[in-house]
């Protein structure tokens, strides 16, 4: 569990990129925090791994005031995928993998051994292993990025905007893989977004951000939809609402879904075992 008790975050030039901010994350569970650029999401997320110190207020891992722990230590129990792949350019994706251990006296061979099997586990073909960066796809260089995050078997893993950077179908591709790998890993998963159908399809516990890292509303993704906290939340997802809004319609004698701008949405399916179809 991770707790944010009160946290501020004043940077020297005085702007206030977080304000008092309080929140449970439970273990091995995926919260995401979603807002618009500037709401203090990055801040929030690295002072979780004392990559930036807040400046009011205490962040507890399991009870661990996270201002005791040494960073180095930290940083073993915390994986990081950082927003934009942040890959070493002049390093192969199995020596990328294979950073953090590496960096903390794990043998060569262990290390990138271990790599290996991480490069399985996010779906990357081991043939890729001693390429650099620049030679893989968009896609693929942000598998390498959660496969380096995971090294080490962190409990812990922080991503930053991790799918940000790629075309829709291979992010909805890796949306799909960090589910799977997250039900089979259960890790503490905080996830940073600005996409609202992205913080709904992985969070289990989504909080919504306005600057300063205020907190609009926390829930469940079902909970946020059903009864948005304020007109800011309603704002905020409404832009989707669209969407969202599925209704019935008769079509050419035939009941079907559509969605707020008619288009069909889809099929019903009917529950306990009857076959499904269209209303
Ligand atoms: N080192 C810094 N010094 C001064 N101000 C900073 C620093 N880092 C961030 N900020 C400011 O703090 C606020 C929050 O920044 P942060 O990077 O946490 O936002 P974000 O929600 O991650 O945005 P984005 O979606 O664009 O990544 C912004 O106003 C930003 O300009
Ligand atoms: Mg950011």
Not at 101 to 106: A, C, I, M, Q, R
Not at 143 to 164: H, S, T
């Given at each position: 569990?991770?707790?944010?008790?009160?946290?501020?975050?004043?940077?020297?030039?005085?702007?206030?990129?977080?304000?008092?901010?309080?929140?449970?994350?439970?273990?091995?569970?995926?919260?995401?925090?979603?807002?618009?650029?500037?709401s203090g999401k990055t801040t929030l997320l690295r002072m979780i791994n004392r990559m930036v110190d807040p400046t009011g207020g205490a962040i507890r891992i399991d009870d661990e005031d996270v201002s005791t722990l040494e960073p180095v230590a930290l940083r073993r129990r915390v994986g990081y995928v950082m927003q934009n792949s942040g890959l070493?350019?002049?390093?192969?994706?199995?020596?990328?993998?294979?950073?953090v251990p590496l960096l903390t006296g794990v043998p060569k061979r262990e290390a990138r051994e271990a790599a290996l099997q991480l490069m399985d586990t996010v779906g990357l073909d081991r043939a890729l292993a001693e390429r650099y960066p620049s030679q893989l796809s968009g896609g693929q260089q942000q598998r390498v990025g959660v496969a380096r995050?995971?090294?080490?078997?962190?409990?812990?893993?922080?991503?930053?905007e991790p799918f940000g950077?790629?075309?829709?179908?291979?992010?909805?591709e890796l949306q799909q893989e960090l589910l799977r790998i997250q039900k089979e890993l259960a890790k503490t998963i905080v996830f940073v977004t600005h996409d609202i159908d992205?913080?709904?399809?992985?969070?289990?516990?989504?909080?919504?951000?306005s600057?300063?890292?205020?907190?609009?509303?926390?829930?469940?993704?079902?909970?946020?939809?059903?009864?948005?906290?304020?007109?800011?939340?309603?704002n905020f997802i409404g832009a989707e609402r669209g969407?969202?809004?599925?209704?019935?319609?008769?079509?050419?004698?035939?009941d079907v879904v559509v969605d707020?701008?008619?288009?069909?949405?889809?099929?019903?399916?009917?529950?306990?075992?009857?076959?499904?179809?269209?209303?």
């Amino acid at each position: 569990m991770i707790t944010f008790d009160g946290v501020s975050k004043r940077f020297p030039d005085g702007t206030l990129a977080v304000d008092n901010f309080s929140i449970t994350i439970p273990s091995r569970t995926t919260t995401v925090f979603v807002g618009s650029s500037g709401s203090g999401k990055t801040t929030l997320l690295r002072m979780i791994n004392r990559m930036v110190d807040p400046t009011g207020g205490a962040i507890r891992i399991d009870d661990e005031d996270v201002s005791t722990l040494e960073p180095v230590a930290l940083r073993r129990r915390v994986g990081y995928v950082m927003q934009n792949s942040g890959l070493l350019p002049h390093r192969t994706v199995v020596d990328n993998v294979a950073t953090v251990p590496l960096l903390t006296g794990v043998p060569k061979r262990e290390a990138r051994e271990a790599a290996l099997q991480l490069m399985d586990t996010v779906g990357l073909d081991r043939a890729l292993a001693e390429r650099y960066p620049s030679q893989l796809s968009g896609g693929q260089q942000q598998r390498v990025g959660v496969a380096r995050g995971l090294a080490n078997d962190p409990n812990i893993l922080l991503m930053d905007e991790p799918f940000g950077a790629v075309d829709p179908l291979v992010r909805s591709e890796l949306q799909q893989e960090l589910l799977r790998i997250q039900k089979e890993l259960a890790k503490t998963i905080v996830f940073v977004t600005h996409d609202i159908d992205e913080a709904f399809l992985l969070g289990d516990q989504v909080v919504i951000l306005s600057t300063g890292g205020r907190i609009a509303q926390v829930g469940t993704p079902e909970e946020i939809l059903a009864h948005p906290a304020d007109e800011f939340v309603d704002n905020f997802i409404g832009a989707e609402r669209g969407r969202r809004a599925l209704s019935i319609k008769n079509v050419h004698g035939k009941d079907v879904v559509v969605d707020g701008t008619g288009r069909l949405a889809g099929i019903l399916r009917v529950p306990s075992g009857e076959s499904s179809r269209t209303v």
